[in-house]
Every structure is written in C-alpha cells, then in structure tokens.
C-alpha cells in the first residue's frame, strides 16, 4: 500500500458528474440529501415522488443555491409512485431518455409512519394493549408497500440504468460465475472518468434506526417494514454482486422532517449522548462518502447516523 500518495478529500467525498435517482426527494431528508448531492457537483439529480408540486418547489429551491442556478437545472422532479411498478418504469425510462442512458446510484428514501403504536407506554390494562395494537390494521399493507416492496420494484426499475453506469465506466457487462476472475475493465470509458475511479453502480436503501430500536418510538408497522428495508438492501448486495453492482443501507435516527416534527430537538445524554438531533451537515457527509471515491470498497454495509441513539435503547443492532 502506497501511502505516500496524494488524498484529495474533494474526490473521496463527493458526487462530482455522478447521476442520482432519489426517491422520496421532495422533503426531509430526502430533499436534504438532493441538495448534497447539488451542491457537491452531481451532474444531475433526479427526485421522485407522488406529490409533484412538492417536487417542483424543493427542485427551485435547490437550484436556485449559489453556484446551481443556471439554464439547465441540476435537480430533476419526476412524478412517481414507487408502490406501482408501470409508474416506476416509466421514471426510469423519462431519467434513461434525459441522463443519456444511465444512473450513477439509486437511493431508495421513500416513506412513510403507518399506523402508530407509542399509546401502548401508557395503556393501564391490556385491554387498553389490545385496541392500540389492533388499530388502523388498514395501514400495515401501505406502510410495507412503501417502506419495504418499492425497495425492490424500483431497484428492479432502475437495473439496466445501473448496469449502463457501470459499462460507462468501462466495466465489463455480464454475471461472474462462482470463482471466476474479477471483473474486467476493458470497455472504452466515457470522458472524464478517471483510471483510478474504479466505483462501481450502487442501490443506497434509506431505512432508519427504528429497524433496530426495541423501543417503539412510531409504530410497529413503521419499524418492521425499516427492518424489512435494512435485509432487503443487505440481500441486494449478495443478490447483485455477481452483476457488479452494490448495495448499502443508510440508517438515520432522528433529523428534522415531517415525520418528525415535535420531536425535541435537545435530549439528555441517556437518549442521544450527541445531545441533539442530526444536522444537515451530519447526513451530506454520510452520504457523500458512500457515493464518493472514498465508499467505493463499501458493499454490503449498513450505517448508523444517530448521534449514539441505539446505545442508549434496546436494540437489535
């Protein structure tokens, strides 16, 4: 190991000409880690979602930052549902006839609470345990379609764009059987791609800590469909590492959003030992490393961004 070459932290961490599919983009962290991506030179940055007014204001708002304004806009709406697979495929053909062929990463960050369960810390009798539990059962089969299904139908969607991504970069097409030589890197390389930027495509899948936390803090329907979310995104990376594309699961505990607005935003030590709740600062770093030159050795992984929040509870990770 050559440790006397130079480290560039600008190329380590950063979505320099990268295109990125995000879901679920119009708002939270969502719109959070559109704008990272912006900011930190993505050539585009398509954010997908039902509410297309949504959209089209975080887009605005986002290109509109200092360095991104100008006649052809980094951050893209595309109006879609991912619960529906014809309305996936047809944000994967509009991101394959606008980006040229190809998407850098996919990042699965849709959500949504479902059917809250947090009354039952403060039910007297069981009877009271069993309304809780049984209420708004209509909300578990949204709560999964979202949370955890759209995981694969539109990573599924996004495959041959994926694959595309990786030919780009000069990655030779096609399954590595079971002991077979690495991939090759034979194929011409699209302009601007470096010898030394040897990443490959990549499926990001944006769970939560809520997959780990024994400690109900929305719902057991949104903490089984996360937990769901995290296996599906580590079995992506086994699934898809013949293919030469790789799959990570970010989690994050508590940020400001929708789904979290009212929450504290200072807590003791014995809740979150960082005192607080997560910045923007703290998820553009998580993210731009794993899209970045410096996550290119990372498959397979699962990251906590949590300021120390499941130390602190029971948990299964």
């Avoid at 599924?156 to 030589?181: I, Q, T, V």
């Avoid at 050795?297 to 929040?309: H, K, W």
């Amino acid at each position: 190991m050559d440790f006397t070459q130079n480290i560039s932290d600008a190329k380590l961490f950063s979505a320099k000409d990268l295109v990125v599919v995000l879901t679920g983009g119009g708002s939270g962290i969502g719109a959070a880690f559109a704008s990272a991506l912006a900011q930190s030179s993505a050539r585009k940055v398509y954010i997908l979602g039902r509410r297309l007014p949504s959209l089209q204001a975080t887009a605005s708002t986002i290109n509109a930052l200092p360095g991104l304004a100008g006649p052809d806009p980094v951050v893209v709406p595309v109006q879609c549902d991912v619960t529906d697979r014809e309305s996936a495929a047809a944000a994967a053909q509009r991101v394959h006839d606008d980006a040229g062929g190809y998407a850098d990463v996919l990042i699965n960050n849709a959500g949504v609470t479902g059917p809250k369960h947090t009354a039952v810390y403060g039910a007297q009798s069981l009877a009271d345990v069993q309304v809780i539990l049984q209420s708004n059962a209509d909300g578990w089969p949204a709560t999964f379609a979202t949370n955890t299904a759209a995981v694969v139908g539109v990573a599924a969607a996004f495959l041959p764009l994926l694959d595309a991504a990786n030919r780009r970069r000069g990655w030779e097409p096609g399954k590595l059987e079971p002991g077979a030589k690495p991939r090759g890197r034979g194929l011409p390389r699209a302009e601007g791609v470096e010898d030394a930027d040897v990443r490959t495509s990549q499926i990001i899948t944006v769970a939560s800590i809520a997959a780990f936390n024994r400690y109900v803090t929305a719902g057991l329907a949104y903490s089984s469909s996360k937990a769901g979310a995290v296996h599906i995104g580590k079995t992506l990376a086994t699934m898809l590492a013949p293919w030469g594309i790789r799959s990570n699961v970010l989690c994050p505990g508590i940020f400001p959003s929708q789904m979290t607005e009212g929450a504290p935003t200072e807590f003791p030590a014995d809740k979150i030992p960082s005192g607080r709740q997560g910045s923007f600062e703290d998820l553009a770093a998580y993210l731009l490393y794993l899209v970045g030159k410096g996550g290119s050795y990372v498959n397979g992984s699962v990251q906590l961004v949590d300021g120390g929040r499941l130390s602190m509870h029971p948990a299964t990770y």
